[in-house]
């Protein structure tokens, strides 16, 4: 079965930084795309960062430049480095996975408050 635990979620100030990180197991596949969507209240989710097999990342517009996502093949973990946080990036973060078989697992999420 496969699993995805977040972490690294919480309050910041706005201009300030936290660091998420999602850990995958329960599966074999070496060649998968894995990201981050965000929900907030009374929104759509909507993708944060995306990291593709080879390793090719993308981002929503007001996110670039400062946020990043990385990748550490062994631990199957994903990171997204948040940096210069606003009140509107408060929400939930959500990671994924997308398998070769075209399966996507999702992770319970983690709260991110950004103050002003």
């Known amino acids: 079965e496969v699993h995805l635990v977040e972490s690294g979620g919480g309050s910041a100030q706005t201009g300030g930084s936290l660091r998420l990180s999602c850990t995958a197991s329960?599966?074999?596949?070496?060649?998968?795309?894995i990201g981050w969507f965000r929900q907030a209240p009374g929104k759509e989710r909507e993708l944060v960062a995306h990291?593709?097999?080879?390793?090719?990342?993308n981002y929503r517009d007001s996110v670039k430049g400062r946020f990043s996502i990385s990748r550490d093949n062994a631990k199957n973990t994903v990171y997204l480095q948040m940096d210069s946080l606003k009140p509107e990036d408060t929400s939930v973060y959500y990671c994924y996975v997308l398998l070769g078989n075209g399966v996507t697992y999702w992770g319970q999420g983690t709260q991110v408050t950004v103050s002003s």
């Open positions: 329960g599966f074999t596949d070496d060649d998968y795309a």
């Open positions: 990291l593709t097999r080879d390793d090719r990342s």
